[in-house]
């Protein structure tokens, strides 16, 4: 079994974000880690790998130095790491991104392919299902159990109070919540061999059966109207009652913003 799975550098939000003139994020200038959601596609990989003997590759698309992440993953277990970086791919949105990385996969063989649910500098979760459009094969969306029968995966989706369970054929692409499982740690003796395994980078030469117009900022539909820090709130109105004061209070101000 051949698996690809998908993950993003995001800035760390912890370190706080910064933004370029044109409103994009400035990747450069921020701490970063790897997508939540991401790891544990991730870690479900590397535990199908665990049980069925699969090829982990892991891609990124970024700066060269979200080669990071893709040591991390193979500090953790993953086989090989691909960076798809080119000047001519920054400022992607979701389109952009997912075309990028659908020409990138049409280079590798893979029964399964895993991404992450969404992104935590995004939040869209458009990128994985667009993926599967591109490379036109099923999708499976908020994985919260995986396993395979045969040449088929059944995968538990989440819904709202319950769970679906869906079978599908592979090749198939997933998506995984970040409470799918918990991510193992890298090992001592994985870092080492991470910092001495070699990473494979691509540019726009590499993408396959892609059009120059739907990739980087220009090839990119969305437009980001207008990108500022977190609004802090004010400290909000303190009032001081006893208690039958304070449930007419309460209330005048349930109907005063249309709660009741």
């Given at each position: 079994?051949?698996?690809?799975?998908?993950?993003?550098?995001?800035p760390?939000?912890?370190?706080?974000?910064?933004?370029?003139?044109?409103?994009?994020?400035?990747?450069?200038?921020?701490?970063?880690?790897?997508?939540?959601?991401?790891?544990?596609?991730?870690?479900?990989?590397?535990?199908?790998?665990?049980?069925?003997?699969?090829?982990?590759?892991?891609?990124?698309?970024?700066?060269?130095?979200?080669?990071?992440?893709?040591?991390?993953?193979?500090?953790?277990?993953?086989?090989?790491?691909?960076?798809?970086t080119?000047r001519?791919?920054?400022?992607?949105?979701?389109?952009?991104?997912?075309?990028?990385l659908?020409?990138?996969?049409?280079?590798?063989?893979?029964?399964?392919?895993?991404?992450?649910?969404?992104?935590?500098?995004?939040?869209?979760?458009?990128?994985?299902p667009?993926?599967?459009?591109?490379?036109?094969?099923?999708?499976?969306?908020?994985?919260?159990?995986?396993?395979i029968?045969?040449?088929?995966?059944?995968?538990?989706?989440?819904y709202?109070?319950?769970?679906?369970?869906?079978?599908?054929?592979?090749?198939?692409?997933?998506?995984?919540?970040?409470?799918?499982n918990?991510?193992?740690?890298?090992?001592?003796?994985?870092?080492?061999?991470?910092?001495?395994?070699?990473?494979?980078?691509?540019?726009?030469?590499?993408?396959?059966?892609?059009?120059?117009?739907?990739?980087g900022?220009?090839?990119?539909?969305?437009?980001?109207?207008?990108?500022?820090?977190?609004?802090?709130?004010?400290?909000?109105?303190?009032?001081?009652?006893?208690?039958?004061?304070?449930?007419?209070?309460?209330?005048?101000?349930?109907?005063?913003?249309?709660?009741?």
């Amino acid at each position: 079994m051949k698996i690809v799975v998908c993950v993003k550098q995001v800035p760390d939000t912890k370190g706080g974000v910064k933004f370029n003139p044109d409103g994009t994020l400035d990747r450069g200038a921020m701490l970063t880690i790897m997508n939540p959601d991401d790891k544990a596609g991730l870690e479900a990989a590397l535990r199908l790998k665990d049980e069925y003997g699969a090829e982990v590759t892991v891609v990124t698309m970024g700066l060269p130095k979200a080669e990071e992440v893709l040591r991390e993953a193979i500090a953790m277990g993953a086989d090989k790491g691909i960076l798809v970086t080119d000047r001519v791919l920054g400022g992607a949105d979701t389109w952009a991104t997912s075309t990028t990385l659908a020409g990138a996969i049409r280079n590798l063989e893979y029964d399964l392919i895993i991404t992450g649910r969404q992104a935590i500098d995004g939040d869209t979760a458009q990128v994985g299902p667009q993926i599967s459009e591109h490379l036109d094969i099923p999708v499976i969306s908020y994985a919260q159990a995986i396993k395979i029968e045969g040449d088929s995966v059944i995968v538990e989706r989440q819904y709202e109070d319950r769970h679906h369970v869906v079978k599908a054929k592979m090749p198939c692409l997933i998506t995984a919540l970040a409470e799918l499982n918990e991510p193992r740690y890298m090992t001592p003796g994985g870092i080492f061999d991470a910092y001495d395994a070699e990473i494979t980078v691509w540019g726009r030469a590499n993408l396959v059966d892609v059009d120059d117009a739907n990739l980087g900022l220009k090839g990119s539909p969305t437009k980001i109207a207008k990108a500022s820090d977190k609004v802090r709130k004010g400290a909000g109105e303190k009032v001081t009652l006893d208690p039958t004061e304070a449930v007419e209070y309460l209330v005048g101000k349930f109907k005063e913003k249309h709660v009741i």
